[in-house]
């Protein structure tokens, strides 16, 4: 495993990436909100990435292996950090330790909605089994980077 400038700050809220399915668009906008407001930004992937040079854009790397990334996410996440993810199980595990999380497309997850989501997930896990083909998803959208572009402008001002 290696660690490339990685810093965390328990004091401050922070955002945390589950960075190797996250769209480079959704990425970049998190760049920019880290150099305009401050906020310390982590990408968590097995695979190295390109981060900008600013002092609170950081980047882990963590070793292949199923769950490695996620749970590294989970070791480090605080209370009030935000987790930008699409994996479900992930959401839950962040939500039980009062982190935030939304989705690169600008869905929250919350103690609200987790289970349902939850549910769903191996609902459509045991369809896939079965051989039902439920397609993928959709592609991302104009309409996804502005929905992630609100939701992260949310965060950003109750956590300041």
């Known amino acids: 495993m290696s660690q490339n400038r ?4 328990k004091s401050s809220p922070q955002i945390w990436v589950d960075a190797d399915a996250c769209p480079v668009p959704v990425k970049e906008m998190l760049f920019r909100a880290a150099v305009r407001t401050g906020v310390q930004v982590t990408l968590v992937a097995n ?9 609170n854009v950081n980047f882990l790397q963590v070793s292949n292996g199923f769950d490695l990334a996620d749970n590294k996410i989970v070791e480090l ?7 930008v993810t699409a994996d479900i199980p992930l959401a839950a595990e962040v939500i039980e330790k009062n982190g935030q999380v939304i ?3 600008g869905e929250p997850f919350s103690v609200e909605n987790i289970k349902a989501r939850l549910t769903m997930r191996d609902f459509m896990d ?18 996804d980077r502005q929905r992630f572009a609100n939701q992260l402008d949310r965060y950003l001002a109750s956590s300041s």
């Open 103 to 105: 989705t690169p497309r």
């Open 6 to 9: 990685v810093k965390v700050n």
């Open 77 to 83: 996440v605080c209370a009030g950090d935000l987790v």
């Open 126 to 143: 045991t369809l896939r089994a079965s051989g039902v083909h439920s397609g993928g998803p959709a592609v991302f959208s104009a309409k």
């Open 47 to 55: 695979h190295a990435m390109r981060i900008p040079p600013a002092s």
